[in-house]
């Protein structure tokens, strides 16, 4: 007993020096993987980082874990944040350089930086630790800035998103969107600005368009990841309000106090400059990388979108469809005439041979889209009222102008009169590249 008991005592202490042992071998090790920094005292080694770059850091974070371990301490120390977190959103940049420039690649070196940094930890605890760095900025919130059409701030915090991303799957994204969904509370302020009036809430549309289009929608990203975000955003609401939304998103907005512009496309014809950033989003959504979204939706979308707020002129319709390309156009002309709404179709087809004659469009492209969609006709009755519907359009169209100017209702730009002469070379420019096509096929013949 005695002995057993003896020997049970003399066992603690080497018990107690093996633990010992293995802390200072784990000491050791993570000492070693330091490499020439162990000798620094932990205040020196952070005074060392304050002359690297970021994109230094970035490539030191790499050399092992523990250092990447001090790097992510560094991050969240005062100092730390002071260094890396510039907040000079709102000042002038050096003359000769792109205007922001320099931020920006600053903070898409940041990303980088966080990325290597929380390589090995799961989504949720990387965004939890990116959120905790990033807080304190105040013009990386949706509400956070005062003067945000002046502000780089969303553009900054989308770029460094955009890095931080890169490469993740998809179900790590849906957690980023969820997260940063979540965190700014975007549900509830989308369902104000799509469910009441529009112009009702300006402020928010701009604070929505602008949170959107800087954070979720960085300009540079690839096209699979825009339609992946643009997807996120959208597909939660019924269709009304995905049309709505996507108007606050990319529709016109006002040179003067960047708010969103609803009688844009009601008051009269509008140029493309004003369509461009809705028929880019229409085409991002139609393309292959937006697997979400079948032809049908997105034709159901460009139909909701031609009545927001009210009903659109159709020469902004047929303006929208022109920029939007070729596929996008046929399918949704096509769609008319397979539902047997020729009259629409012909005062389509009329408004883009307009279109196409005062933005200086080939015209032979007009007529080409109208032969294609004859085809799509089911019998020649069909084909042949439609026809006699577009050759009505014209002459409608034609009287309805000319009576105006006769009745001499004119404006500073004598508009009346313009529109006239437009619709008159429309129409004899479309006929004549019918005529071209019909005398070289018999030609041929």
Same mark, same amino acid.
């Given at each position: 007993?005695?002995?057993?008991a003896?020997?049970?005592?003399a066992?603690?202490?080497?018990?107690?020096?093996?633990?010992?042992?293995?802390?200072?071998?784990?000491?050791?090790?993570?000492?070693?993987?330091?490499?020439?920094?162990?000798?620094?005292?932990?205040?020196?080694?952070?005074?060392?980082?304050?002359?690297?770059?970021?994109?230094?850091?970035?490539?030191?974070?790499?050399?092992?874990?523990?250092?990447?371990?001090?790097?992510?301490?560094?991050i969240?120390?005062?100092?730390?944040?002071?260094?890396?977190?510039?907040?000079?959103?709102?000042?002038?940049?050096?003359?000769?350089?792109?205007?922001?420039?320099?931020?920006?690649?600053h903070y898409?070196?940041?990303?980088?930086?966080?990325?290597?940094?929380?390589?090995?930890?799961?989504?949720?605890d990387?965004?939890?630790y990116?959120?905790?760095?990033?807080?304190?900025?105040?013009?990386?919130?949706?509400?956070?800035?005062?003067?945000?059409?002046?502000?780089?701030?969303?553009?900054?915090?989308g770029?460094?998103?955009?890095?931080l991303?890169?490469?993740?799957?998809?179900?790590?994204?849906?957690r980023?969107?969820?997260?940063?969904?979540?965190?700014?509370?975007?549900a509830?302020?989308?369902?104000?600005?799509?469910?009441?009036?529009?112009?009702s809430?300006?402020?928010l549309?701009?604070?929505?368009?602008?949170y959107?289009?800087?954070?979720?929608?960085s300009?540079?990203?690839?096209?699979?990841?825009?339609?992946?975000? #643009?997807?996120?955003?959208?597909?939660p %609401?019924? +269709?009304? &309000?995905? !049309? @709505? $939304? *996507?108007?606050?998103?990319?529709?016109?907005?006002?040179?003067?106090d960047?708010?969103?512009?609803?009688?844009?496309?009601i008051?009269?014809?509008?140029?493309?400059?004003?369509?461009?950033?809705?028929?880019?989003?229409?085409?991002?959504?139609?393309g292959?990388?937006?697997?979400?979204?079948t032809?049908?939706?997105?034709?159901s979308?460009?139909?909701? #979108?031609s009545?927001?707020?009210?009903? %659109?002129? +159709?020469? &902004?319709n !047929? @303006? $929208? *469809?022109?920029?939007?390309?070729?596929?996008?156009?046929?399918?949704?002309?096509?769609?008319?005439?397979?539902?047997?709404?020729?009259?629409?179709?012909a005062?389509?087809?009329?408004?883009?041979?307009?279109?196409?004659?005062?933005?200086?469009?080939?015209?032979?492209?007009?007529?080409?889209?109208?032969?294609?969609?004859?085809?799509?006709f089911?019998?020649?009755?069909?084909?042949?009222?439609?026809?006699?519907?577009?050759?009505?359009?014209?002459?409608?169209?034609?009287?309805?102008?000319?009576?105006?100017?006769?009745?001499?209702?004119?404006?500073?730009?004598?508009?009346?009169?313009?529109?006239?002469?437009?619709?008159?070379?429309?129409?004899?420019?479309?006929?004549?590249?019918?005529l071209?096509?019909?005398?070289?096929?018999?030609?041929?013949?």
């Amino acid at each position: 007993m005695t002995s057993s008991a003896g020997s049970s005592r003399a066992s603690v202490p080497r018990q107690k020096q093996r633990r010992s042992s293995r802390r200072s071998g784990s000491d050791s090790q993570a000492l070693s993987a330091l490499g020439d920094f162990q000798t620094l005292p932990l205040e020196i080694f952070q005074m060392v980082l304050n002359y690297l770059s970021v994109k230094d850091i970035s490539m030191l974070s790499m050399v092992s874990k523990t250092i990447s371990d001090r790097l992510i301490h560094y991050i969240s120390t005062s100092s730390g944040s002071r260094r890396l977190l510039l907040q000079d959103f709102h000042r002038p940049e050096i003359p000769g350089r792109r205007e922001g420039a320099s931020i920006l690649e600053h903070y898409r070196a940041l990303g980088l930086l966080l990325k290597r940094c929380t390589l090995l930890l799961p989504t949720r605890d990387r965004l939890k630790y990116v959120h905790k760095v990033l807080s304190g900025v105040a013009c990386f919130k949706l509400n956070g800035c005062a003067s945000p059409l002046h502000c780089l701030g969303l553009q900054c915090y989308g770029v460094f998103l955009q890095i931080l991303t890169a490469g993740w799957d998809e179900l790590e994204c849906h957690r980023v969107f969820n997260f940063l969904w979540d965190l700014s509370n975007l549900a509830r302020k989308v369902q104000t600005v799509v469910s009441g009036k529009p112009g009702s809430a300006r402020r928010l549309e701009l604070r929505i368009r602008l949170y959107c289009r800087g954070v979720l929608l960085s300009p540079g990203s690839h096209r699979s990841d825009s339609a992946f975000w #643009l997807t996120r955003i959208l597909k939660p %609401w019924p +269709m009304v &309000n995905q !049309a @709505r $939304l *996507l108007y606050i998103i990319f529709g016109p907005v006002s040179s003067r106090d960047g708010h969103v512009v609803w009688q844009k496309m009601i008051e009269g014809p509008t140029d493309e400059t004003s369509l461009k950033g809705l028929a880019d989003a229409i085409k991002l959504l139609y393309g292959t990388e937006a697997r979400e979204w079948t032809a049908d939706d997105v034709i159901s979308l460009v139909d909701e #979108l031609s009545v927001v707020p009210q009903e %659109w002129l +159709m020469e &902004n319709n !047929a @303006r $929208l *469809l022109l920029l939007s390309g070729n596929s996008i156009c046929f399918t949704f002309m096509a769609s008319k005439a397979v539902n047997g709404r020729a009259v629409e179709l012909a005062r389509l087809m009329v408004f883009m041979a307009l279109v196409c004659e005062k933005d200086l469009y080939c015209m032979d492209w007009a007529v080409k889209m109208m032969q294609k969609v004859c085809k799509v006709f089911s019998t020649p009755w069909e084909r042949n009222n439609f026809l006699q519907c577009l050759e009505n359009t014209f002459a409608h169209m034609l009287m309805d102008m000319l009576q105006a100017v006769l009745a001499g209702e004119r404006d500073e730009e004598d508009s009346s009169f313009l529109n006239l002469f437009h619709l008159v070379n429309a129409q004899a420019n479309f006929h004549k590249e019918i005529l071209y096509m019909a005398m070289g096929s018999s030609s041929s013949t």
